[in-house]
């Protein structure tokens, strides 16, 4: 693809001359002169010495300070270039309909038109299969599940029965929807088991990590809004419901019945405690435990959480200690001893 | 299933007048004329209003304050309650025993009376499964386990050669048993596995949360007590012994070697270190990592974990320093300058 | 095995006359007259009491102190002479070569000479799998993965395709590689999947423990070096880039396009943050958040992670923290009272 195309796809401006004809998007410090190579922020800079890509694509903010001996692309947000950009250079290998002879069908399942499954899956009965969709090598649906439209699962998911799965959501590999719930009643020494009777509803365009495990409601429901992208190795417990369009980091775990907003982000290894409530666009920043109910637009972070800031200042303030203990003792010898001591 | 007939089934008291037929149980906010909503928590005393439940399932001492249109059912403990009354309302879909065809069933393994085996499930040479246990689909069970009765294995479940699960115990989509331990010999710049020899033995009346994975132990045995009862995505290394009934929350990390006494309480994302003991009773409560020895009955927190009372009180005090640098200031202030600098 | 042998085996001193018969290897408190125990560490002294092991294998440091009524075998390192030790008393059993009729191998897919693949095992098309590997039932490996010689793949793996691993590698049960990094670039209200078209690749002698999850590049390459040793339950994020014989351990989190250097050892559930570079040798001590950069040889702990000296001394300072308000308290009222209270 011709440098000015790729300018044109991405609403990029092409400069430095020359219009090269490009086969693939590769890191500057890998990048051949067939690659377009790419600089979103400025602590890559120093890459640009060694770099011979075929051209760059660079943030407009650092235009200025990216010489490179190549023809450039300049655009405002490098990451969503490469977004409408990736598709065209790298296009998804067709995938034939198709249902693998080794596959298991349960009685009653209904298959939509063009739906591929791959070999060994395994689908329960009574289950539904959407129209386009893709069930990977080894995925098992249980029974009396409903899985949407243009849905992606990759190998070695478990739907539990009664799932339900929004149209084109991607589940990878791993995936456990609707485990059941972590719920025991103390009986004489030990716990006796609330069954978990409950649903488990994944919106539409949702994301899921791989082996990220959600557990379905014990009596009401589980469930995750549209367009929510959860990553790796998170943990939803039961009763959870998670607003439109918020994000999830890898290893998150977000406790029973807790209630998280609309575009929200919870950090990587953030965890929220059972039946707490994170407001809209509210922001957890890192590892740690929440703890009380965060307001909408908030950033938390630590454990406890607090306002971010105030957990910085905090952590600053933590590291001045032994410069205050000597003050303070600075300020004790200068006070007679005997009333101090007194204390 | 009449208000009356239910309320007698949890020991409770039915007030209000009628009786009306109850089909299912459902949260306040979403409970319909034939549903039994409960309310445990005074947290959600808020959702009474907009509720129009068939009947109330409400706790003694929430009694006074929850004001419905409909019979109330009041008992001591709601979730004792549910617990009792949910197998009622949702009795387990019975489970037809057999094997799949598509089942491998290794050399001199052994089935008991009334197993259910299901779709590409792999039992290892000379395993022996207990009467009536159920492997769900894409189980894989290795060479010469030993499986109890009326153990619920669900799919994707793997277990290593030689591990052992007791009566009654339930293993959730993806956990793994039995996994070599991390363990290697520094060596001429790089590092040799000791090879993972020993035993892991889960007890009765267990269950195991999804994608957890228990490793054998290195020499010796890896062992999980009668009772004890584990979240998703937790991680029990080589070696460990846990007590009866402990319970282990989501995302908890158990080093090599440590020792977790009897009805202990690990809550979500803790973390215990390696060789550590963690006496009978005992709670450890947020994320965090233990790094010395707990006292039975003892409750920690934090990084490094400390009585959780002190930990609290320090991260309160924490957030005075500001406050307490002022003081400080002020104090320098009204001292002969000379004397505190010459510090 | 006798005692002299094993001793002459690991380098060891063979001590207290006798030369009994070793059939296996046992901890303190479990071994029988046939055992070797061993005693590693001081803590575990008291565990000599009662033990009646035919032999003790000893660490030369403990020698003076470890009492017992049996042969001992003294060494320098008890966890190197066990790794010697162990291949002989406890020899793998032999694995025969073989292709499972179940297995599913792709058009174009390439077996090396004296592989073995078992029960419903699926190969891509086009991928290589190098000569005596193994993969274990149910693993799916996607279309042209490269898998090397001698490779072991646990039950349940899954490998999306174009994933390639080095020889000798050790997969544990669930592992999931070249996964999807978490990509998006926000749009009107929600967020665009940036396609993750990059590659993974793991070294020569890695071994990655189960239901750990390895992302693939965005662009690049997800990199993990020869002779790394990962875990449990770890998230590596796309574009990582891991040195060679790295250490990490469980339940660990790296972020995208993190750059680890060789020799690194993260411990236990640390975290670290994207983009960051933590340097050759350097130590990450516990949990916590790693959200600048670490020079090589560094020890850091805590969130935000600073050098562990540091954190363990504020962490002190800070549980004397209400002494030091009584102290400031007693300062202030031997003063003025006004003039602070002007502050």
Known sequence: VRASIIADL???????GGDPDITGVAPLDRAGPRDLAFLAQARYLSYLAGARPGALLVAAKLAEQAIVDCPRIVVRDVHRAL????????????VEAGIHPTAVIGPGAELGAGVRIDAYAVVGAGSRIGGRSRLGAHVVVGDGCVVGEDVIVHPHVTLYPGVQVGDRSI??????????????????GGHRKVPQVGGCVIGRDVEIGANTTVDRGSIGVTEIGDGVKIDNLVHIGHNVRIGEHTIIIAQVGVSGSATIGRGVTLAGQAGVNGHIRIGDGATIAGPGGVFSNVPAGAVYSGYPARPHKEA?????????????????RAVERLLPAKEVSDE
């Open 83 to 94: 977004a409408l950009l990736l598709p065209e250079l790298y296009p998804e290998a067709a």
């Open 10 to 16: 991405v609403e990029g401006r092409l400069e430095g």
């Open 312 to 328: 910085l200042r905090a952590q600053a303030v933590l590291f001045r200690l032994p410069e205050l203990i000597k003050r303070l």
């Open 171 to 188: 589940l990878h590999g791993g995936v456990r929807l609707g485990v059941d719930g972590f719920g025991y009643v103390h009986e004489r």
